[in-house]
């Protein structure tokens, strides 16, 4: 049991409720740790380790097994209403892009700095242990694959990369900050003095000052001077095909699918619950509050993701 944990926490293991980032607060999280489910809960679990019956399973996973690392889920029970950017406004609007990086270049600078939680690791484990067909996340925090996951497709991108929409090449998002900070000396200072800056998901943040905002200066790709783009799916973007087949292949792979962490919102993930319900697959749901999914889950657990997947690793042997 734990074996993964103790060799995980010399590398950086930070204890599920401690928030990673300074400022930023785990949102509708429970408090509770592992050891605090209730002899009911855990049975919940031990059945569905016994409906898994020792196949392989897909894991999808959303926002919800990151909040235990400080990243806020904007769909969970109590988040504010959020009006994200979309692709087509992004691409069409030089005032909304310059809006966009000011309050991305906030975000990111806080969300490099998470860490995985003992969802991410529990994930790990039970891949290591064979028990996984793979990983598809909804996330773009590579929270799995610094918790060393191996086979995870990041459905939705990664918010450690920026692409030029012009000329398809790839830079580093902590590249483009140095090149940020250049062209904005101070700005994050002035930001952090202005205060009122909330954590929002996808390294978004909310930066009250507009003085700040359209003073913000807009980096361009240093090969061509194309348009920088994070690369991550925006709303109104579709996701590449290649990421969607991998997903897919996992879930035909699997004997059964766990969702953990999501609301199932988007059709980017509620499509592979579908297409394990139409298998004939069980289908497990791990989140807090209600889901689209909820009419095709052969178990709905109410639990917060850290505590269950956790419980899960024990209840199947690990
Ligand atoms: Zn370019």
């Not at 590398?11 to 009911?40: E, I, K, N, Q, Y």
């Not at 691409?91 to 991410?120: C, D, I």
């Not at 990983?135 to 692409?163: K, Y």
């Not at 700005?187 to 930066?207: C, I, K, R």
Request: glycine letters at 10%.
């Amino acid at each position: 049991m734990d074996q993964l944990r103790p060799g995980i926490g010399e590398t950086g293991f930070v204890p599920a409720m401690t928030p990673a980032v300074p400022g930023m607060t785990p949102a509708a999280t429970s408090g509770a740790s592992a050891a605090a489910l209730s002899r009911d809960e855990i049975a919940a679990v031990d059945m569905v380790a016994a409906t898994l019956g020792g196949q392989p399973f897909a894991l999808l996973t959303g926002a919800g097994i990151s909040t235990d690392s400080g990243i806020p889920d904007y769909r969970g029970p109590g988040a504010p209403p959020r009006n994200p950017l979309t692709y087509q406004e992004f691409m069409r609007e030089p005032s909304l892009r310059q809006r966009y990086w000011a309050r991305n270049h906030v975000g990111w600078s806080r969300m490099h700095l998470s860490k995985p939680n003992a969802g991410h690791f529990a994930a790990t484990e039970l891949e290591r242990a064979g028990m996984l067909s793979g990983i598809v996340t909804q996330n773009v925090d590579r929270l799995h694959e610094a918790a060393l996951a191996s086979n995870v497709v990041d459905l939705h991108g990664r918010f450690d990369q920026v692409l030029c929409m012009e000329c398809g090449n790839h830079y580093s998002r902590s590249f483009l900050a140095i090149i940020l900070n250049e062209l904005n000396p101070g700005f994050l200072e002035a930001v952090a003095a202005a205060g009122g800056v909330s954590a929002a998901p996808d390294a978004d943040a909310d930066v009250e000052s507009e003085k700040l905002i359209s003073a913000f200066n807009v980096a361009k790709c240093p090969l061509c001077g194309g348009l920088l783009k994070p690369d991550f799916v925006f709303f109104g973007e579709n996701v590449p095909q290649d990421r969607v087949l991998r997903s897919f292949s996992m879930v035909d792979a699997a004997a059964a699918l766990v969702v953990a962490g999501s609301s199932l919102s988007v059709l980017s993930g509620l499509r592979f619950v579908k297409k394990a319900a139409k298998d004939g697959k069980p289908v497990i749901i791990i989140n807090r509050g209600k889901t689209r999914g909820d009419s095709l889950a052969t178990v709905k657990l109410e639990l917060g993701v850290s505590e269950a997947m956790t419980q899960l690793t024990r209840s199947l042997g690990l």
